[in-house]
């Protein structure tokens, strides 16, 4: 049974950072893509980032030289390095890994930008 553990949400001022982790446990033999997704209250849940097994990266415009997305192959985990954040950049984060037995995804971790 595979599973993705979140961690690092939290409360953090406009103009903070947050780096946001995702680990994979469980019987995993490949991972192609991995993708943050974000959901706000009252909204639909968008893909944020997503970086490819060859390293390539994509963001969503509103978090374009905020955001950094990376992984570890070794350690099945990936980040999201959120900088300079704003108040419209609080969400449920969701961390989603594409497995050759299909999608799994992460429970979900708050993020708050308040002040």
């Known amino acids: 049974q595979v599973q993705l553990v979140e961690s690092g949400g939290g409360s953090v001022q406009p103009g903070g950072s947050l780096r946001l982790s995702c680990a994979a446990s469980g019987s995993i033999f490949s991972i192609s893509t991995m993708d943050w997704y974000r959901q706000a209250p009252g909204k639909q849940r968008e893909l944020v980032a997503r970086?490819?097994?060859?390293?390539?990266?994509s963001y969503v415009d509103s978090v374009k030289g905020r955001f950094t997305i990376s992984r570890d192959n070794a350690k099945k985990t990936m980040y999201l390095q959120m900088n300079s954040l704003k108040p419209e950049d609080t969400a449920v984060y969701y961390c989603?890994?594409?497995?050759?037995?299909?999608?799994?995804w992460g429970q979900g971790t708050q993020v708050t930008v308040s002040s």
């Open positions: 989603k890994m594409m497995l050759s037995i299909g999608a799994a």
């Open positions: 970086i490819t097994n060859t390293g390539i990266t």
